[in-house]
Nanobody
Framework: QVQLVESGGGLVQAGGSLRLSCTASIPTFSNYAMGWFRQAPGKERERVGVITGSGRGTSYADSVKGRFTISRDNTKNTVFLQMNSLKPEDTAVYYC???????????????WGQGTQVTVSS
């Protein structure tokens, strides 16, 4: 049973920064792509950023390009989401997810964390 545990959420003012972390209990962590998703109240879940197993490939939602950066440390089974220049519309529960393959485009999500709340005040 894969476990994903997120941390780092909280309350921040607009223009501020937060760094989310997600630690995975996956024995061969570097074999799998990882992603960050978010869901705001009344809205559909949105994919924010994804990263290949090696960490060399990334992709972002247009809404966060240039502000958010996804990265990973395969020695620590951890994926990060650095969020800068935060806006009130970034307020949501953020989830990390693992994929079934080393790239997001050749696999699908198969495990999810419990989520961490990010609230951006104006």
């Amino acid at each position: 049973q894969v476990q994903l545990v997120e941390s780092g959420g909280g309350l921040v003012q607009a223009g501020g920064s937060l760094r989310l972390s997600c630690t995975a209990s996956i024995p061969t962590f570097s074999n799998y792509a990882m992603g960050w998703f978010r869901q705001a109240p009344g809205k559909e879940r949105e994919r924010v950023g994804v990263i290949t197993g090696s960490g060399r490939g990334t992709s972002y939602a247009d809404s966060v390009k240039g502000r958010f950066t996804i990265s990973r440390d395969n020695t620590k089974n951890t994926v990060f989401l650095q969020m800068n220049s935060l806006k009130p519309e970034d307020t949501a529960v953020y989830y990390c997810a693992s994929y079934s393959s080393s790239t997001w485009f050749s696999g699908s999500t198969n495990s999810w964390g419990q989520g961490t709340q990010v609230t951006v005040s104006s």
